[in-house]
């Protein structure tokens, strides 16, 4: 996988002060990966040092008043060429900056105050349409002790419970809010396992309940809410899928977003939302785009054959009508399901960072199906998916 990273990040003194800032987190990244190492500013030949810069009315001034929105323009293209030259599908930037800045920048009156904006060259990164980050969100991403990446299984990918060098077991009847009185559907089982894969901290749950068993999207999303009192701030889903005609195929995927055609939403039901800050969750990127980057790379680098789509949530549980495959085919949808909505939406709620990953076990539509042949067709991908889960854990 091929990252671009700001130099100032890996320890390069390019900076205004003529000094760096490298980050330990985005340090270890590179060791893993191939990196395009990026610096717009001095790409444009400003000095080092030289007075510090910030946008201001769409354009760049120093702190001494000259105008050098010509020169960091110039060092955007000069490094954009540079990325074109080494194609990269993730870069990590420097935060708040008026050349790498995502998300916020500051605001041009050097007082430490940010403003929403993107700066000169990751707004053109974005427009390449390669995932662009600040050192922020990896190091948030970063697993730690502390900090475990949650792992919920879906029909038949409960395999991967095993690989988990165990420090402890909770039984789901201990998780608050999980109904006790709960049985795992074929494919599933109710244990959760916290220890390690390949020494990345993990916390693993091989099985979930359904809207379609009588339970409520706020005792569905309890596997999350555990996560999170555990630590965990990124979440990976795991489901299986039906694969719409002409959206996607059989195999594995990547969820870039979602639509919530249960009728339920777990915010609405959960108690607990006076202690969320706002129960208007942000939708968008509700799949991670950070994560979704890593695992796209870790596919393409091993070679696994992964597609990429929007994935509808469905109550279940009979599978779709020739109709429903054909609507759901005009909304853009690539993979339906009867899971992952309601939790990935408690997910955003509590600020955690989502990875969905789908087995389409079958075509959406098509005869025949049946809960065994799903299962079937997951232990034919079993080794595939393991692969691709080991691959990012090992990445973050």
Request: glycine fraction near 10%; include cysteine; charge should be negative.
């Amino acid at each position: 996988m091929r990252v671009a990273v700001s130099a100032c990040l890996l320890g390069a003194p390019v900076r205004y002060d003529g000094g760096a800032k490298p980050c330990p987190e985005v340090l270890e990244l590179a060791e893993k990966v191939e990196v395009v190492r990026v610096c717009p500013e001095t790409a444009s030949g400003l000095p080092v040092p030289r007075p510090p810069a910030e946008q201001r009315d769409g354009r760049v001034f120093l702190s001494d008043g000259r105008d050098v929105t010509a020169e960091f323009a110039r060092g955007a293209d000069l490094s954009l060429a540079a990325v074109r030259r080494s194609p990269v599908s993730l870069a990590v930037l420097k935060a708040k900056s008026p050349s790498c800045g995502v998300g916020l920048v500051y605001d041009g009156t050097y007082t430490g105050r940010l403003v929403a904006g993107q700066g000169v060259f990751a707004e053109r990164l974005a427009r390449e349409g390669i995932c662009v980050v600040t050192e922020d969100i990896v190091r948030e991403c970063k697993p730690s002790v502390e900090h475990p990446v949650a792992i919920v299984l879906g029909s038949g990918l409960g395999h991967l419970g095993s690989l988990v060098r165990p420090v402890r077991r909770i039984d789901y009847r201990d998780i608050d809010g999980f109904p006790v009185t709960a049985r795992p559907v074929p494919g599933h089982s109710f244990e959760a396992t916290v220890g390690t894969i390949d020494d990345v901290p993990v916390v693993v749950y091989p099985g979930r309940i359904h809207l379609y068993q009588g339970y409520s999207a706020a005792e569905v999303t309890a596997l999350v809410r555990h996560a999170h009192h555990l630590g965990c701030r990124d979440i990976v889903f795991a489901c299986a899928t039906g694969a719409v005609p002409g959206n996607a195929g059989v195999g594995l995927g990547i969820l870039t977003d979602q639509i919530n055609l249960t009728g339920r939403n777990p915010l609405a039901e959960w108690d607990g939302l006076r202690d969320v800050e706002s129960p208007f969750v942000d939708m968008n990127d509700a799949f991670s785009p950070y994560l979704r980057s890593i695992a796209r790379g870790v596919a393409d680098d091993l070679g696994i054959h992964v597609e990429e789509g929007v994935y509808a949530g469905v109550l279940g549980p009979c599978f779709e009508t020739p109709a429903e495959v054909a609507a759901l085919r005009a909304l853009g949808v690539s993979y339906v399901g009867m899971s992952t909505v309601c939790e990935v939406v408690m997910a955003r709620a509590l600020g955690m960072h989502a990875l969905g990953l789908t087995l389409a076990a079958n075509e959406s539509g098509a005869p025949a199906v049946s809960h065994e042949s799903v299962l079937a067709e997951a232990e034919r991908h079993a080794e595939d998916f393991e692969r691709l889960v080991r691959g990012v854990l090992r990445l973050l």
